[in-house]
């Protein structure tokens, strides 16, 4: 039993933000431990173009969307639906940040960030239930949310509603893990600290210069970010519930 603990042979994935960055990272190392892996994103060429590259370590297919509105969330279900009649583990990683001085901070800065960061989970989370649930009759379904460093603790960039909604998400988590566990579907978080990403466009600019700050002395790998994903995903993270992993080289260092 112990040989495929990490194993995610036999098992379906779904991804959003998955064509880059961290979506990516987390999508190749499941496809390397055996899982049929989907990855979404908006842009369809983007999503294309990985989805052909990943492909040819194992199975990788595109289904672009937007899932900041629930009808883009229902469409990807539907698109989801036409391959696979059950969904064993759903990473909900698409996220959008913005910054911006607190005098000038727009309601559009608030509103494209929480559609996106904060109710797009929710509410995939929810159009996917019913295949999530199917495949808990077997074993325990996964839902995994991507939050961030920066839902812990204080970033000194002026990026308001991105932390806010990083912390949301983090507790939105608890939340669902409650209520979902009783259906044998498991809800954690994994909090990523500096990683190469458009989203984190210094560490994957400057990283000789962020690492300093970072007790470990260096920026996050692809593969570190692949293994939190695959541990929470396999047997090995089946008691794990409603907990964030943070992924970071020193969660006590300063942000500054």
Same mark, same amino acid.
């Given at each position: 039993m112990m040989n495929d603990l990490f194993s995610l042979q036999g098992r379906t994935a779904l991804i959003t933000g998955g064509s880059r960055g961290i979506g990516r990272m987390i999508a190749?190392?499941?496809?390397?431990?055996?899982?049929?892996?989907?990855?979404?994103?908006? +842009?369809?060429?983007?999503?294309?173009? $990985?989805?052909?590259?990943?492909?040819?370590?194992?199975?990788?297919?595109?289904?672009?969307?937007?899932?900041? $509105?629930? %009808?883009?969330? /229902?469409?990807?279900?539907?698109?989801?639906?036409?391959?696979?009649?059950?969904?064993?583990?759903?990473?909900?990683?698409a996220g959008a940040a913005w910054g911006e001085a607190f005098d000038e901070f727009t309601e559009a800065g608030w509103d494209k960030v929480l559609d996106l960061n904060l109710k797009a989970p929710f509410f995939l989370t929810q159009v996917l239930a019913p295949?999530?649930?199917?495949?808990?009759?077997? /074993?325990?379904? +996964?839902?995994?949310?991507i939050a961030s460093i920066d839902g812990v603790s204080v970033n000194p960039m002026e990026t308001y509603s991105y932390a806010a909604s990083k912390a949301g998400l983090i507790h939105l988590t608890r939340r669902m893990a409650l209520r979902l566990v009783k259906d044998n579907?498991?809800?954690?978080?994994?909090?990523?600290?500096?990683?190469?990403?458009?989203?984190?466009?210094?560490?994957?600019?400057? %990283?000789?210069?962020?690492?300093?700050?970072?007790?470990?002395?260096r920026i996050g790998r692809d593969e570190d970010m692949a293994g939190a994903a695959i541990y929470l995903a396999s047997r090995a993270g089946d008691y794990v519930v409603g907990s964030t992993l943070v992924v970071d080289g020193g969660v006590t260092h300063a942000r500054g």
């Open positions: 190749a190392g499941f496809i390397a431990q055996g899982a049929r892996v989907y990855i979404s994103s908006r +842009k369809a060429a983007a999503c294309d173009a $990985t989805a052909a590259e990943l492909a040819k370590a194992g199975h990788c297919v595109s289904l672009p969307a937007d899932v900041s $509105t629930t %009808a883009g969330a /229902q469409a990807l279900a539907a698109a989801f639906g036409q391959h696979e009649k059950r969904l064993d583990i759903l990473v909900n990683n295949l999530l649930r199917e495949a808990a009759k077997s /074993q325990p379904a +996964k839902v995994i949310n579907i498991v809800v954690t978080a994994i909090a990523p600290g500096a990683f190469a990403s458009d989203m984190n466009r210094d560490a994957r600019d400057h %990283a000789d210069d962020v690492a300093q700050r970072i007790p470990a002395g």
